[in-house]
C-alpha cells in the first residue's frame, strides 16, 4: 500500500503519515506539503522515515502532483493540506493564498486522485468550522447531517465548504471512493507555527504555560469545546482508509463529549504538578477565552456513533491525552513555545 497525504509535514497530517506507517509495516507514505520538514518533524518521522519519500511544492501548482514519481502505485489519498487564516495570516491580507489552497488544492487532489489506477480509498479532511451554532434541540451531540451552516461568513469555513461540495461532486462524477471527515478541536503533539497554521488552541496554552510554571487565566471558563488529540484524529483517518466497506460519505472525528475550559484546566493541572490558574476578571485580558453564549452546534460537541460503527474506533480519555501531550512537549520542544490564542 502506498498512501499521498498532502499537508503532510504541518500539524495533523503529520500524525497521519507517521500512524499509517505504524499500523502498516509494508507500506509507504508520499508526503506533500509546501514547506519542507522542520527539525521537528524530522525527529517525529525518524521511527519510520526510511518508508516515507517527502514532496517540497505548493498544492495550488496544478502540475505538483501529476509529476510525483512512481503514481501508479498509489493506493489511497488524503487531501489535507489547508490555509487558516488566524493571527499571523489574517483574511485580509492572505484572502487569495486562502482560497487557492483550501478550494484549488482540493481540485487538484481529485484530479490527481481520478486517475490513480489503483486508488482504493480518499479521505478529504474539513472541519467542525463548516457546522452552524446550533445543535439538536435536545442538547444531544452534533450529528454529521441537517446542521451545516449554509452561508458561511468568514473565509475558512467558506473555502471548506467550497472544498468539501467539490469532493462530494467529482465522487459522484467520477465514483471515486472518496470519505469527509470533520475535525474538531484538535490540539497534541507537533502543533506549531507552520505556513497554513498559526494558532494556539486552548490545551495547547493551559500546558505550555502549566509546564513553564506559569500561570494561567481564564475568560468564561463555563465556555465549552470538543477537543481531539492529532494521534486519535490520525488513527480515526487510518481506520477509515483501511476499512473494507463504509456506509457514510461524511464521519465526525472528535470526542464526543463537550468540556468546560473550567474543567480541561483542571485536568492540566492534575497531570502537571504544581501548575495554577484563574478565572480572569471582568475586562482583563485572559491567556483562554471562552464563549458564555457558544455551547451548541459547531461549538459543542460532535456525534461519533457513526465512525464507531462502521470501524469501531472511539478516542482515548481526556486526561490521559492531556498527560501524554505533556510528556511530549517535555521530551521534544526545548522552550516550550506559547503562541496567543
Known amino acids: ?78 487531501c489535507g493540506a489547508a490555509m487558516t487564516p488566524t493571527i ?35 479521505v478529504h479532511v474539513s472541519t467542525g468550522s463548516v457546522y452552524g451554532d446550533d445543535g439538536p434541540d435536545d442538547g444531544a451531540p452534533l450529528p454529521e447531517d441537517g446542521y451545516v451552516r449554509p452561508f458561511p461568513v468568514t473565509l475558512y469555513p467558506v473555502t471548506k465548504l467550497s472544498g468539501e461540495l467539490l469532493a ?51 475568560a468564561h471558563a463555563d465556555g465549552v469545546g470538543d477537543f481531539i488529540h492529532a494521534a486519535d484524529v490520525a488513527g480515526a483517518i487510518c481506520n477509515l482508509l483501511a476499512a473494507p466497506a463504509l456506509r457514510h460519505d461524511v464521519y465526525n472525528i472528535a470526542s464526543g463529549e463537550p468540556t468546560t475550559l473550567d474543567t480541561l484546566a483542571r485536568l492540566v493541572c492534575s497531570v502537571v504538578p504544581g501548575a495554577t490558574w484563574h478565572e480572569a476578571a471582568p475586562g482583563d485580558l485572559a491567556d483562554v477565552v471562552g464563549s458564555p453564549t457558544r455551547r451548541t452546534g459547531a461549538w459543542g460537541a460532535y456525534d461519533i456513533s457513526r ?35
Open 1 to 78: 500500500m502506498r498512501l499521498l497525504v498532502t499537508g503532510g509535514t504541518g500539524f495533523v497530517m503529520s500524525h497521519v503519515v507517521r500512524t499509517w506507517l505504524e499500523h502498516h509495516p509494508s507500506a509507504s507514505v508520499v508526503s506533500v506539503d509546501i514547506a519542507p520538514p522542520d527539525s521537528l518533524a524530522e525527529r517525529f518521522f525518524e521511527p519510520v522515515r526510511e518508508r516515507l519519500s517527502v514532496v517540497t511544492g505548493d498544492v495550488r501548482d496544478p502540475l505538483l502532483l501529476g509529476a510525483i514519481p512512481g503514481n501508479e502505485s498509489i493506493t489511497h489519498v488524503v
Open 88 to 122: 499571523g495570516t489574517t483574511e485580509k491580507s492572505q484572502a487569495a493564498m486562502i482560497a487557492g489552497v483550501n478550494i484549488m488544492g482540493p481540485v487538484h487532489c481529485l484530479e490527481y486522485a481520478r486517475a490513480l489506477p489503483r486508488l482504493e480509498r480518499m
Open 168 to 218: 462530494n461532486r467529482w465522487r459522484e462524477l467520477f465514483g471515486l471512493p472518496l470519505h469527509v471527515v470533520r475535525l474538531a478541536s484538535v490540539y497534541g503533539p507537533m502543533d506549531r507555527p507552520t505556513p497554513g497554521r498559526d494558532f494556539a488552541c486552548a490545551p495547547h496554552v493551559m500546558v505550555h504555560k502549566a509546564l513553564r510554571g506559569e500561570p494561567w487565566s481564564v
Open 307 to 341: 465512525i464507531f460503527a462502521d470501524v469501531r474506533w472511539r478516542p482515548r480519555p481526556l486526561r490521559q491525552c492531556l498527560s501524554d501531550y505533556a510528556a511530549w512537549i517535555t521530551d521534544n520542544e526545548s522552550d516550550g513555545p506559547q503562541r496567543p490564542s
